[in-house]
């Protein structure tokens, strides 16, 4: 693939390899130092000019990637970002030691709600996102191979259509915050035993709090019981999580914030 000039000049001598973790529709080519996102525009379900708002405005008040270029020709978008130091949460180590990796998480989930959203330049809200959702639904982009058990089927929706009117009619109240929009175990890294950085930023903005929770806790399930990597590790009690964070958990909305992203 030809690179954009500029890309091309920050590569050179650069040797990338490709990065397969996560369910991310982009090529990620990662360096010693440095991440290269290439984004398809004609799938890609959100933009990645809001990823690169939100991570210039983070500069400073998190760990998150350096944005060092960013051009978009008729086809793709490409990120060019610094590589955060560390390891992912859902390592070999973490996952056999579930208290630290909970300790970990939590103070993620903290450092995130502790920014102040005054000036926050994206706001993402249940109305914007369900309409995205909806274009999504409509175009058959939609797929249900991933979806927890319960989602579709027998004594769940019968197909992604109905699970949006239901969505829809079930709102829950906002608990404003700054979001991660995809709080998972991939996407939290870590060093010496704290969190250095948050990648994966292209759903971050203000919205509630639940929303993360949902899915650190749904992380934190399959990847304990094997759901991602065919491998159980013994000694995660969900409890735990809640223990930690100080917080009873709130199932209904937990249940709403998981059932929101079956439609991504």
């Known amino acids: 693939m030809k690179l954009p000039e500029n890309i091309e000049k920050l590569t050179s001598g650069k040797i990338f390899t490709a990065d397969d973790i996560g369910m991310?529709?982009?090529?990620?080519?990662?360096?010693?130092?440095?991440?290269?996102?290439?984004?398809?525009?004609?799938?890609?379900?959100?933009?990645?000019?809001?990823?690169?708002?939100?991570m210039r405005w983070l500069d400073g008040k998190l760990p998150v990637p350096k944005v060092l270029a960013y051009e978009k020709d008729e086809k793709f978008s490409y990120l060019l970002m610094t590589r955060i130091k560390g390891e992912m949460s859902c390592s070999a180590y973490y996952l056999d030691h579930p208290e630290d990796l909970v300790d970990i998480l939590v103070s993620a989930l903290q450092m995130m709600w502790s920014v102040n959203i005054s000036d926050c330049p994206r706001e993402i809200s249940l109305d914007d996102d369900l309409l995205k959702k909806k274009a999504r639904?409509?175009?058959?982009?939609?797929?249900?191979?991933?979806?927890?058990?319960?989602?579709y089927g027998e004594g769940g929706f019968k197909d992604p259509a109905e699970l949006l009117a239901w969505l829809s009619e079930n709102k829950p109240p906002l608990e404003p915050c700054l979001s991660h929009g995809d709080f998972c175990l991939p996407n939290i890294f870590v060093y010496d035993g704290k969190v250095s950085g948050?990648?994966?930023?292209?759903?971050?903005?203000?919205?509630?709090k639940w929303r993360d929770i949902a899915l650190c806790y749904r992380s934190l399930k399959h990847n304990f019981d094997g759901t991602y990597s065919g491998i159980v590790h013994e000694g995660f009690e969900p409890e735990m999580f809640f223990d930690v964070l100080g917080l009873e958990p709130d199932w209904d909305k937990i249940r709403y914030y998981i059932l929101l992203d079956e439609l991504n």
């Not at 529709?25 to 890609?44: E, M, P, Q, R």
């Not at 639904?137 to 989602?151: C, I, M, R, Y």
């Not at 948050?198 to 509630?208: H, K, P, Q, S, Y």
């Open 198 to 208: 948050f990648i994966d930023l292209g759903d971050t903005g203000v919205a509630d």
């Open 137 to 151: 639904v409509e175009k058959g982009l939609v797929s249900t191979d991933n979806a927890e058990p319960d989602t």
């Open 24 to 54: 991310s529709s982009s090529n990620v080519l990662i360096c010693d130092d440095l991440v290269l996102k290439i984004t398809d525009l004609t799938t890609a379900r959100t933009s990645d000019d809001d990823t690169v708002t939100i």
